[in-house]
């Protein structure tokens, strides 16, 4: 259940106009090998309603249904993050960010590294 | 019969090697009807092997020490949660204990079953209490035996509080609040086995026989290691908790078999369980350390079928330290909470490795002493501490609550402070009534060495926490 | 939400929780107060001696990089005295190996550290991706034979660089999931010792091995490496993914996720086992030719040696 061959940095940044959010994401520590091969791209994030809000929970949620290439059990548990992938915002740690209940702004960097490779 | 018994592993491999698909391993003539660890055996066959192991630990124990002279006399409890594994204890101690047996192998006194009442955790608590209260009294009653009844708040009950309800609820908020669901349900933890004993001591049994199976030794062992408990782990878990305890030596006879044992011996022997285990199976995710650790073990015997059986072995093979072995020695410091000898030392040892505060040490150590006096109701016990409003609070006694509980306990009562931000750091700790008690008893023993270099340290980390 | 301040300088914004206590902390403080740890760690075991020369096993990935920086950097605050090199295993795995190695070369410089590099097929006249096409892909006996053959060539690489003692990256997740698996598979041989900060003069080896990392949790020295953007390679080896060990730190990742300390807790506990003297002991022996610890007169190492080196695949 290792992260087979994947783990560095999946970010994203949020931008376009306020209601969506355009995340910039970066994928590391091994993992672009579930992005096929991706690290850095920028994508736009639609909330649950048009023009709501944006929270960390739809990024995730997004970058498993459209940046995932393979074993989305590798990236997901749930509605978060598998335990051992780190999550930063704008390079501050998710924890301290309200996790998966940040609102996400315009702009925003966030990167998914892993921690579950070799060292 | 005897030679039932012995080296498990070994005595599988010697089956497992003569083994015919569909025949008993041990017969070999009748059809297997039921499988441990992929070793077929008949119904008599079954019975006899799992009768033999729990028959072997019954009455190969030593007993106690100062009661083997009344051997055939001394008192016993049994722990009965009305569920599957304490269901079959019952079954068996009846059977191979009981009066019937020939006076020579008799080696227990009067055998008496005592019932926790959790109803309070439950949601519907009234309606599954009077059931459940009813069919256990039904079951120990077809025995002949005395059963007594405890509810689990009862450890926290006051003269204004008699059943102790708002004690526990308020104890079990500030657990909640301070860790999480997992400190929550570890309390309630301790807070059973103290009343166990309670009763034991009440009605002068020196000797606790629980239900513990295999599979929930196994869950145990990695539990409490979770926990930061392998100090004690040898108490908790092993064939007998020795002497862990001051008055009352706990029996697991049960603990060489698998859960899945239990549910075919009460297939077999067609037994009543009161508790129905089944409906409280929860298909979600487990969010606590228990149902953690429980999925794990129960997920990984699926694939490694050995898995929970080496565990339990495993942990039987631990040694207790040295120093905990002194428990005649009435000056060893006990955990006010569990009440088992606490480890030396172990607060310096984390402090060592998770550092909590910037400023250089002398500097700290100047700090926390000039300020102790007024900042010793800040830490996580505070003033109020204890449940009971008929006591005047005692600001010096709180500040020494870490002292007073080993790592495992102090994990628990902190654990993950910081988890919600929000949450006031020094939420009040509440405490059950006995473990208030202890800890009275523990600061007017303050003379005990090194006492006042402990709270001090305490004070020291409060100060950096801050 | 409110701005969060640092627990540690009570002035800086945080950036991150630590697992280990729950404080967050902000960028510097979290710099100061790992480094701190570990050279605790060092000082209270009294790891080094000064004058001591040291090799850190270095195989390009996190935890061996961010030791490499935190070495260099803590011997030149504290004045440990110590001659420090970098030593790496080139197992010969195409794709994986001589990609980190890049990676431990560029360290090399970055550090100005001497680096020796000990390979299988230098050692022992194969390479990994030789012995894979000789035995077949059975991830389990791969990685066992692999696991035996690095200790060795490690040892072998030590003495090379005229060096006693070896520092390795094994951080607080490794050593709590060890102590999980010792407990899981029964192996009372270990249990007691899966702990131990330093193993010296095992399987008749002189060189003694620390990991002044025990107490340092994964997640940190990986926030350590990003934003100190330390350089490391992080694919995971193509021979890998050992199926129960991965169970056992998938589970050890679920306890973390609901209490943090569970880590360091286990440790704890790990620290406190000890096998009953009554228990028996498996015998351990050591191998008659290479001296490595063996059930046999032969390590299995040896055997697979002696395999491959007749032509008959196993």
């Not at chain 1, 639609?46 to 459209?66: L, N, Y």
């Not at chain 3, 406190?272 to 015998?283: G, H, N, S, W």
């Amino acid at each position: 259940m290792h992260f087979g061959a994947c783990g560095r940095t999946l970010g994203g940044r949020v931008s376009e106009d306020r209601k969506q959010g355009v995340a910039k994401a970066r994928v590391c520590g091994g993992m672009e090998l579930l992005f096929d091969g991706l690290t850095l791209t920028k994508a736009t994030v639609q909330g649950p309603q048009a023009g709501g809000q944006v929270e960390m929970r739809h990024v995730i949620a997004h970058v498993k249904d459209h940046l995932l290439t393979e074993r989305p059990d590798l990236f997901v548990s749930g509605e978060t993050v598998r335990p051992g992938i780190l999550v930063l915002i704008n390079d501050s740690d998710w924890e301290i960010e309200g996790q998966l209940d940040y609102e996400v702004q315009n702009g925003d960097v966030i990167v998914f590294i892993s921690t579950l490779h070799g060292g | 019969m005897s030679n039932t018994e012995g080296n498990l592993g070994a005595g599988e491999d010697r089956l497992r090697r003569r083994r015919e698909p569909g025949i008993c391993v041990k017969c070999r003539t009748e059809k297997a009807c039921a499988y441990v660890r992929e070793a077929g055996y008949c119904q008599p066959c079954f019975i006899h092997q799992m009768t033999g192991k729990v028959r072997t630990h019954l009455t190969r124990t030593p007993l106690p020490g100062d009661i083997r002279e009344v051997r055939g006399k001394c008192r016993v409890l049994l722990a009965f949660s009305g569920g599957p594994s304490s269901r079959v204890l019952l079954d068996m101690v009846a059977h191979y204990t009981g009066e019937h047996v020939n006076q020579q192998a008799r080696r227990f006194g009067e055998i008496s079953v005592v019932h926790v009442d959790e109803s309070i955790l439950e949601e519907d608590e009234n309606a599954s209490c009077s059931t459940l209260r009813h069919d256990i009294q039904n079951v120990v009653d077809s025995y002949g035996m005395r059963l007594s009844v405890v509810a689990l708040p009862s450890a926290f009950s006051t003269t204004d509080d008699p059943d102790g309800r708002r004690g526990f609820e308020k104890c079990r908020q500030s657990y909640s609040s301070n860790g999480s669901k997992s400190s929550e349900e570890d309390l309630v933890r301790q807070i059973k086995m103290h009343l166990l004993r309670q009763v034991a001591l009440e009605q002068g049994a020196t000797i606790l026989l629980t239900g513990d199976s295999a599979t929930r030794t196994a869950i145990h062992t990695l539990l409490e290691i979770t926990q930061g408990r392998g100090y004690t782990l040898p108490f908790l878990v092993g064939p007998t908790s020795t002497t862990g305890y001051p008055d009352v030596v706990v029996w697991r006879p049960l603990r060489d078999c698998l859960a899945k044992e239990m549910d075919q011996y009460i297939a077999f022997q067609e037994l009543q369980v009161p508790k129905n285990t089944e409906k409280k199976e929860d298909k979600s995710e487990p969010t606590t350390l228990y149902g953690m650790t429980q999925s794990f073990i129960v997920g990984l015997d699926e694939g490694f079928p050995a898995t929970a059986s080496t565990v339990a072995r495993t942990a039987a093979k631990l040694r207790v330290a040295p120093e905990a072995l002194e428990s005649s020695d009435e000056r060893i410091s006990r955990c006010v909470i569990c009440d088992l000898p606490v480890q030396g030392g172990s607060q310096g040892w984390r402090d060592r490795c998770a550092i909590l505060g910037r400023s250089t040490k002398a500097d700290d150590r100047e700090k926390g002493c000039g300020d102790s006096s007024k900042d010793a109701g800040c830490c996580g016990g505070s003033g109020d501490s204890g449940c009971n409003g008929d006591r005047p609070s005692n600001q010096g006694t709180s500040s020494s609550l870490p002292m007073a509980l080993c790592y495992g306990c102090r994990v628990a009562a902190s654990a993950d402070k910081g988890k919600k931000e929000d949450v006031e750091r020094d939420t009040p700790l509440l405490w059950p009534r006995y473990a208030q008690h202890a800890l009275d008893q523990q600061t007017k023993d303050a003379k005990v060495e090194g006492l006042r270099e402990q709270i001090q340290d305490f004070l020291l980390e409060d100060e950096e926490d801050q | 939400m409110p701005p969060r301040i640092c627990a540690l300088c009570k002035e800086a914004r945080a950036v991150m929780k630590r697992p280990k206590t729950g404080q967050i902390v902000c960028r510097a403080c979290f710099f100061w107060v790992l480094e701190e740890e570990v050279h605790q760690t060092i000082v209270s075991h009294g790891l080094f001696h000064p004058g001591e020369r040291v090799a850190i096993a270095a195989s390009g990935g996190k935890d061996s990089t961010v030791l490499a920086h935190m070495m260099k950097t803590l011997n030149e605050r504290h004045n440990y005295g110590l001659e420090l090199s970098l030593l790496s295993v080139d197992e010969g795995i195409s794709g994986y190996r001589d990609d980190s190695l890049e990676t431990v070369k560029r360290n090399q410089q970055q550090y100005d550290l001497p680096l020796k590099i000990v390979s299988y097929s230098e050692l022992y006249g194969w390479s990994m991706d030789e012995i894979v096409k000789e035995v077949g892909r059975k991830n389990n006996c791969t990685c066992t034979f692999c696991g035996v053959f690095r200790r060795q060539a490690l040892d072998r690489g030590a003495v090379m660089l005229d060096v006693q003692h070896i520092v390795t990256g094994h951080n607080a997740d490794d050593v709590a999931e060890t102590v999980l698996m010792n407990v899981l598979r029964g192996d009372v041989a270990r249990l007691g010792r899966s702990t131990d900060i330093s193993t010296a003069n095992e399987g008749d080896s002189m060189v003694k091995r620390s990991k002044p990392f025990k107490y340092t949790y994964e997640k940190e020295i990986v926030m350590y490496a990003y934003f100190k953007k330390l350089d490391y390679f992080s694919t995971e080896c193509t021979y890998s993914p050992a199926a129960y060990r991965g169970h056992a730190r998938t589970f050890l990742k679920d306890l973390e996720s609901i209490r943090p300390s569970a880590i360091i807790d286990i440790i704890h506990s790990g620290e406190a086992l000890t096998i009953r003297e009554d228990v028996k002991m498996p015998t351990l022996q050591v191998c008659d030719r290479c001296g490595y610890m063996s059930s046999g007169p032969l390590c299995k190492a040896c055997v697979l040696l002696e395999g491959l080196n007749r032509g008959l695949p196993k």
